[in-house]
């Protein structure tokens, strides 16, 4: 994979929106009933990053426990995670904790993550607040985004901010070796 390829995995519980947020990042419309996801589906999408076009290879993964094994199949060489969670389901922030240990046991600390705290357009319903999730971000070295996959609020932002930031660390990498 050319390091202009980026391989991006969201993970999380299943009913927090990943599809949807997919969705969003491609332009399609929200869809309300969206089935979960049964295995793995990706989309692509080229971003413009300090005129450069990355190659984004989105992968949508299954949140079902039934699932688990298969999904971390998919989570290898993933260049970007992102963590969701919606802000309407204490649970599912709860499992954040699970994803992060799932991930890090494949990766290590190498992709670039992010957390989104979903569905932000239901905040009357909010049962995860604003600083948990920032705290949450905080402590496993995420960039924390709120987003709404049905509004598209936050999302467009988010995915160029995680790409940003992967570019910022690949060209790290190459000025080290460079000066190797």
Same mark, same amino acid.
């Given at each position: 994979?050319?390091?202009?390829?980026?391989? %991006?995995?969201?993970?999380?519980?299943?009913?927090?929106?990943? *599809?949807?947020?997919?969705?969003?990042?491609?332009?399609?419309?929200? @869809?309300?009933? &969206?089935?979960?996801?049964?295995?793995? !589906?990706?989309?692509?999408? *080229?971003?413009?990053?300090?005129?450069?076009?990355?190659?984004?290879?989105?992968? @949508? /993964? =299954?949140?079902?426990?039934?699932?688990?094994?298969? /999904?971390?199949?998919?989570?290898?060489?993933?260049?970007? %995670?992102?963590?969701?969670?919606?802000? *309407?389901?204490?649970?599912?922030? $709860?499992?954040? @904790?699970?994803?992060? &240990? *799932?991930?890090?046991?494949?990766?290590?600390?190498?992709?670039?993550?992010?957390? !989104?705290?979903?569905?932000?357009?239901?905040?009357?319903?909010?049962?995860?607040? @604003?600083?948990?999730?920032?705290?949450?971000?905080? &402590?496993?070295?995420?960039?924390?985004?709120?987003?709404?996959?049905? /509004?598209?609020?936050?999302?467009?932002?988010?995915?160029? $901010?995680? !790409?940003?930031?992967? =570019?910022?660390?690949?060209?790290?990498?190459?000025? %080290?070796?460079?000066?190797?």
């Amino acid at each position: 994979m050319a390091d202009d390829d980026i391989k %991006v995995i969201l993970v999380g519980r299943t009913g927090t929106g990943k *599809t949807n947020i997919i969705n969003a990042i491609i332009g399609a419309k929200f @869809d309300s009933s &969206e089935m979960s996801t049964s295995t793995a !589906a990706f989309v692509e999408k *080229t971003i413009n990053v300090n005129n450069k076009d990355y190659h984004l290879a989105i992968w @949508d /993964t =299954a949140g079902q426990e039934k699932f688990r094994s298969l /999904t971390k199949i998919f989570i290898k060489d993933a260049k970007i %995670v992102i963590f969701v969670y919606s802000i *309407t389901d204490k649970e599912s922030f $709860k499992e954040i @904790d699970f994803w992060l &240990e *799932t991930v890090k046991n494949i990766l290590g600390d190498k992709p670039v993550f992010g957390l !989104a705290g979903n569905k932000k357009d239901l905040f009357q319903q909010e049962e995860v607040g @604003d600083e948990e999730g920032e705290d949450k971000a905080k &402590e496993i070295g995420a960039i924390f985004k709120l987003t709404s996959a049905k /509004t598209k609020i936050g999302i467009e932002d988010f995915v160029k $901010k995680l !790409a940003e930031e992967y =570019a910022k660390k690949i060209g790290s990498l190459m000025e %080290v070796r460079e000066r190797n």
